[in-house]
Nanobody
Framework: QVQLVESGGGLVQPGGSLRLSCAAS????????MGWYRQAPGKQRELVAA???????????NYADSVKGRFTISRDNAKNTVYLQMNSLKPEDTAVYYC??????????WGQGTQVTVSS
């Protein structure tokens, strides 16, 4: 059984910053690919960032073009937590942000989501 709990969302002004956290259960968190997705009203869910395990080497990361240079995904395997540091936020970043864990044998797991609103 896997549970993912996101936190850190809220209201922020354009140009501001937020750090999202996703705390995961599970014994083998360190081996799983983790990702952040977002879904804005009336739009489809999209990948924001992903990060590999980093067990054998440093973690590999991938970002949507719209957030490159502004967002940073990281993980702390000792704490079973993945983070999304969001800087220089724009109104178009407004969405519900979801944490996802990808497993080999049991498929994907999703958190409940956390609302991020960027508005003046």
């Amino acid at each position: 059984q896997v549970q993912l709990v996101e936190s850190g969302g809220g209201l922020v002004q354009p140009g501001g910053s937020l750090r999202l956290s996703c705390a995961a259960s599970g014994r083998r968190f360190s081996i799983y690919v983790m990702g952040w997705y977002r879904q804005a009203p009336g739009k489809q869910r999209e990948l924001v960032a992903a990060i590999t395990s980093g067990i054998t080497s440093g973690s590999n990361t991938n970002y949507a073009d719209s957030v490159k240079g502004r967002f940073t995904i990281s993980r702390d395997n000792a704490k079973n937590t993945v983070y999304l540091q969001m800087n220089s936020l724009k109104p178009e970043d407004t969405a519900v942000y979801y944490c996802k864990m990808s497993t080999v044998s049991l498929g994907d797991y999703w958190g409940q989501g956390t609302q991020v609103t960027v508005s003046s």
